[in-house]
């Protein structure tokens, strides 16, 4: 699949890495295009500001360090997780480091946190900007202390040369430092061996926590501007095709500060029918807004139901000219027409949201022919564009100042909520902070699409699997949002969204093997299908492990034995270096290991069962191998399924930072738990149907269950960790109803009801 790199504005293939003195300090930044330099010392170009660094980061004549971060902080800690890369391989002392999050100011490089992709993107060039700054900082040491410099290494901090020691900051102050590294160059430093790392896979806490503990951390909610007004916007009655017929605010007009409304017009028409209502509070807005009545003429989608959807996916699915082929591998339809016996199974997920902590919001002003906008964001370089156009203005003339998010998950890859913000300053000539109430937010969502899968699995006469044939339908986020990042399908019949089918390109070895992936159009025009936490595979795993676990028990075998069987590693699973290495071997290694840890086998009481599954995590090529093992306990009577325990094994290569990948794990599980039992809503009359937290109820506190997790220690390359907990517990679950009562549950959420009329089926 094609993984979106931070490489659009970063000539990579010629960039250079400076380090130089500066009156402020030594500054190390990438910097490309080698064209551009001339010969022009690295120092007097970044004192001069003459580079466009991509990363960078500097040590001020005290010797802190502060490391700059284009990622997005979402309470996955990933400065500092980044910043330890940087400070391991410098020979820092981890308590002068800090980082900080830039914006969206061009020499940043392209600017994306998602698809839990970034330690394993920045992993190398960090690394790599580390040891050249080792390099260097040694080189000048030795120079002032008169000794050779492969005599020295770096450690907390200082530069060590026998008996004799300097410190960064001795070094900043004193010496003149002024190299330019070539890529080439800066390709012959390796990351350093395990062996003499003193950061990376260390216990640590991160950098962000106490700031967030006392409530000095900034988020998007967060922004006051001098005398900005407020808005709340009016959501219209669908996504696509609302226009506004009449406004009657003479009720809004009683509320105290109401300053009136604005219909806005959208350029970009990512926003068709929208009015913003506007008071000098935010509690007057949100009154004003509930009093002023809109009439609208709604788009084609106004009666579209949760039903409507989903029916459309059955009917695509058994369509078998619908689609692009994402996986051919041998001739599924000789295995089928030879087939001794065949089952088949269709698999179904219901519409989820995001339901972040922190509405989305945004805060802007327009200064000095400037658009700003305040605000937390996961992918602003590709708004940015989206935002210019609405407002009128070229690219260099909008700056996003990223802020933290309270929560993301795929939601604010997405920044369609800064268009009604930016619309309304421009048109009241005001700042303006315009906030999402939960019900705003959850009727704007990108959300979850619901899907439907239909698989088919054919045996010989030797009861021997000869192949699998998958179909897969749902609406596609990147088809809406980013449809140059979607590749051709293997029989060149359309593009497919990679993200909402990875997962279905598994690890297992079948003779034959056919995934068909299918865009549901009705669903497309309906809402805009969002990337949620695990994005495809999220729905993808639901339907493969639980249908492999069909499988297993249709040949009359162990589901642990079965999988293993066809976790050989052989022929295109047999992994490559360096993201890979082992292949699917180290799939069945999780595998085993959850296995040990859960007991597996082990004899359990009436109406209770474990359940596993296994899954690679986001996309296949950076795969996160895991395995994750349920303990449910089920009531027949009721339906209700409690699920007692939880165990899991991940494989991500390097644990760079121990305490961030456990919290993001234990994240992980348990919002996989809470899709599996707890969330889930339905598009009635176009939109969303559960708004609020009434109705939509996630994984409470008192659900959560013993949790056990660990990760195989290794010193393989890093992969990812946001999301791939989430893939493999609602099938584990799934599967272990199914040991317990035996009732084979095929849609998300699992509901008591649909576990009754299983069990009686």
């Given at each position: 699949m094609s993984r979106i790199t931070n490489d659009k504005n970063a000539d990579y293939s010629r960039r250079q890495f400076l380090i130089g003195t500066t009156t402020a300090g030594l500054m190390m930044a990438f910097a490309p295009s080698v064209a551009l330099a001339g010969n022009t010392p690295a120092s007097a170009r970044l004192q001069n500001k003459q580079f466009n660094p991509t990363i960078w980061f500097e040590i001020d004549q005290t010797g802190a360090i502060l490391v700059n971060i284009t990622r997005a902080e979402m309470g996955q800690h990933v400065g500092t997780a980044l910043a330890r890369i940087v400070a391991d391989e410098l020979g820092a002392d981890w308590n002068r480091v800090s980082f900080k999050h830039v914006d969206t100011d061009p020499k940043w490089g392209y600017m994306v946190t998602g698809g839990s992709w970034s330690v394993f993107q920045s992993y190398v060039p960090m690394s790599q900007a580390g040891a050249a700054g080792r390099e260097a900082l040694i080189e000048s040491a030795a120079a002032l202390l008169g000794v050779a410099a492969k005599d020295c290494r770096t450690e907390n901090s200082q530069v060590i040369c026998g008996s004799k020691r300097l410190d960064?900051?001795?070094?900043?102050?004193?010496?003149?430092?002024?190299?330019?590294?070539s890529d080439e160059e800066l390709a012959k430093f390796s990351p350093k061996p395990a062996a003499k790392r003193t950061l990376i896979a260390k216990p640590s806490k991160a950098l962000d926590i106490p700031a967030k503990s006392t409530g000095a951390a900034r988020y998007g909610i967060d922004a006051e501007l001098d005398g900005m007004i407020y808005a709340r916007p009016l959501i219209p009655p669908t996504r696509y095709g609302s226009s506004v017929l009449k406004i009657d605010d003479s009720a809004a007009k009683k509320v105290k500060g109401y300053i009136g409304y604005k219909v806005l017009k959208d350029p970009a028409e990512i926003l068709q029918g929208w009015v913003s209502v506007l008071a000098d509070t935010y509690h007057g807005a949100i009154k004003a807004a509930d009093a002023v009545k809109v009439s609208y003429k709604a788009g084609e989608t106004a009666e579209v139901s949760e039903q409507d959807l989903i029916a459309e996916g059955e009917r695509l699915v058994a369509d078998k000219s619908s689609g692009g082929l994402f996986v051919e591998h041998g001739n599924i339809d000789t295995a089928a027409k030879q087939a001794k016996k065949s089952i088949e199974g269709l698999y179904r997920t219901a519409s989820v949201l995001h339901f972040a902590l922190e509405p989305v919001n945004a805060t802007v002003e327009f200064k000095d022919g400037i658009c700003h906008v305040y605000t937390g964001n996961q992918w602003q370089s590709l708004f940015l564009p989206v935002v210019a156009k609405s407002?009128?203005?070229?690219?260099?003339?909008?700056?996003?100042?990223?802020?933290?998010?309270?929560?993301?998950?795929?939601?604010?890859?997405?920044?369609?909520?800064?268009?009604?913000?930016?619309l309304t300053a421009q048109a009241t000539g005001k700042p303006v902070k315009l906030v999402f109430t939960r019900d705003d937010d959850s009727r704007f969502d990108c959300i979850r699409s619901p899907s439907v899968q239909h698989f088919?699995?054919?045996?010989?006469?030797?009861?021997?699997?000869?192949?699998?044939?998958?179909?897969?339908?749902?609406?596609?986020?990147?088809?809406?949002?980013?449809?140059?990042?979607?590749?051709?399908?293997?029989?060149?019949?359309?593009?497919?969204?990679?993200?909402?089918?990875?997962?279905?390109?598994?690890?297992?070895?079948?003779?034959?093997?056919?995934?068909?992936?299918?865009?549901?159009?009705?669903?497309?025009?309906?809402?805009?299908?969002?990337?949620?936490?695990?994005?495809?595979?999220?729905?993808?795993?639901?339907?493969?492990?639980?249908?492999?676990?069909?499988?297993?028990?249709?040949?009359?075998?162990?589901?642990?034995?079965?999988?293993?069987?066809?976790?050989?590693?052989?022929?295109?699973?047999?992994?490559?270096?360096?993201?890979?290495?082992?292949?699917?071997?180290?799939?069945?290694?999780?595998?085993?290991?959850?296995?040990?840890?859960?007991?597996?086998?082990?004899?359990?009481?009436?109406?209770?069962?474990?359940?596993?599954?296994?899954?690679?995590?986001?996309?296949?090529?950076?795969?996160?191998w895991s395995a994750c093992i349920a303990h449910v306990k089920v009531d027949p009577s009721s339906g209700k399924v409690s699920?007692?325990?939880?165990?899991?094994?991940?494989d991500c290569g390097i644990v760079v930072h121990p305490d961030g990948a456990l919290a993001q794990t234990e994240g992980a599980m348990l919002w996989g738990l809470s899709m599996a039992l707890h969330e889930g809503t339905a598009i009635k009359d176009g939109q969303v149907a559960d708004r609020n937290l009434n109705t939509y109820t996630p994984l409470r506190m008192s659900d959560v269950p013993e949790l056990d997790i660990s990760f195989v220690q290794n010193t393989e390359f890093p992969t990812g960790l946001g999301e791939p907990g989430v893939i493999a517990v609602a099938p584990a679950i799934g599967n272990a109803i199914f040991n317990a009562v035996g009732a084979r549950l095929r849609n998300l959420p699992i509901k008591p009801a649909d576990v009754k009329a299983a069990i009686k089926a």
């Open positions: 960064f900051a001795e070094i900043v102050n004193r010496g003149k430092i002024d190299k330019t590294y407002v009128g203005l070229s690219e260099d003339k909008v700056i996003i100042h990223q802020h933290y998010l309270g929560g993301g998950f795929g939601r604010r890859l997405a920044g369609d909520y800064m268009l009604p913000a930016a088919a699995a054919y045996w010989d006469a030797d009861n021997a699997l000869q192949g699998i044939e998958h179909a897969a339908a749902a609406g596609w986020p990147t088809l809406t949002m980013a449809p140059g990042f979607m590749p051709d399908s293997v029989d060149k019949k359309t593009k497919v969204d990679s993200f909402s089918i990875s997962g279905a390109d598994h690890w297992y070895s079948l003779n034959n093997h056919r995934v068909r992936a299918i865009n549901n159009t009705l669903a497309q025009k309906t809402f805009v299908p969002g990337w949620l936490r695990a994005v495809g595979p999220g729905w993808i795993g639901w339907g493969v492990e639980s249908f492999m676990d069909e499988v297993a028990h249709a040949q009359g075998e162990d589901p642990a034995s079965f999988r293993l069987k066809l976790l050989d590693a052989k022929g295109k699973n047999a992994g490559k270096a360096p993201e890979a290495v082992g292949g699917a071997k180290r799939l069945a290694h999780v595998l085993q290991e959850a296995k040990t840890r859960a007991n597996w086998g082990h004899k359990l009481p009436k109406n209770e069962g474990l359940g596993l599954a296994i899954a690679a995590g986001q996309e296949r090529g950076m795969p996160t699920v007692i325990k939880l165990t899991s094994v991940m």
